[in-house]
C-alpha cells in the first residue's frame, strides 16, 4: 500500500493555476512535516514546499515563491500545493513526501522518510 497518494496533476495552459492534493493511505502522519518536491527527467529532484505539522511554519523554492501555496489538512490526513501562475518550465513530476526533519532543513534533505509515487503536471505554452 503505497502511504502518500498524490492528485490533480494533468495538462494545464501557462497562466492557469491547478490544485494538488496528497492523502495518507493507511497510516496517519503525525508531527510530521510535509512537502512537495518534482523532478524532471535528466534533473535531480527538487524541493519546492513544506509546511510543519501545526502549518504554522512554511518554506518555499525560490522559483516556485509567491506563485504556489502549501496547506495541510490533518483532520483529512491531506497536503495539498495550489499552483499559480503556471509556466512551462513547471513542467515536472511533482511527488508529496513526509518526514520528522524541520520545515527549515527540507530543501537541503535527499532521502526523506517517505514518498508518494509522483504526479505528472505538464504546463503548455
Known amino acids: 500500500q503505497v502511504p502518500l497518494v498524490e492528485s490533480g496533476g494533468g495538462l494545464v495552459q501557462a497562466g492557469d493555476s491547478r490544485r494538488l492534493s496528497c492523502a495518507a493511505s493507511?497510516?496517519?502522519?503525525?508531527?510530521?512535516?510535509m512537502g512537495w518536491f518534482r523532478q524532471v527527467p535528466g534533473k535531480e529532484r527538487e524541493f519546492i514546499a513544506a509546511?510543519?505539522?501545526?502549518?504554522?511554519?512554511?518554506s518555499y523554492a525560490e522559483s516556485v515563491k509567491d506563485r504556489f501555496t502549501i496547506s495541510r489538512d490533518n483532520a483529512k490526513n491531506t497536503v495539498s500545493l495550489q499552483m499559480s501562475s503556471l509556466k512551462p518550465e513547471d513542467t515536472a513530476v511533482y511527488y508529496c513526501?513526509?518526514?520528522?526533519?524541520?520545515?527549515?532543513?527540507?530543501?537541503?534533505?535527499?532521502?526523506?522518510?517517505?514518498w508518494g509515487q509522483g504526479i505528472l503536471v505538464t504546463v503548455s505554452s
Open positions: 513526501a513526509a518526514d520528522l526533519a524541520p520545515v527549515g532543513n527540507w530543501r537541503y534533505l535527499v532521502n526523506l522518510e517517505v
Open positions: 509546511i510543519s505539522w501545526s502549518g504554522g511554519f512554511t
Open positions: 493507511g497510516r496517519t502522519f503525525s508531527g510530521y512535516t
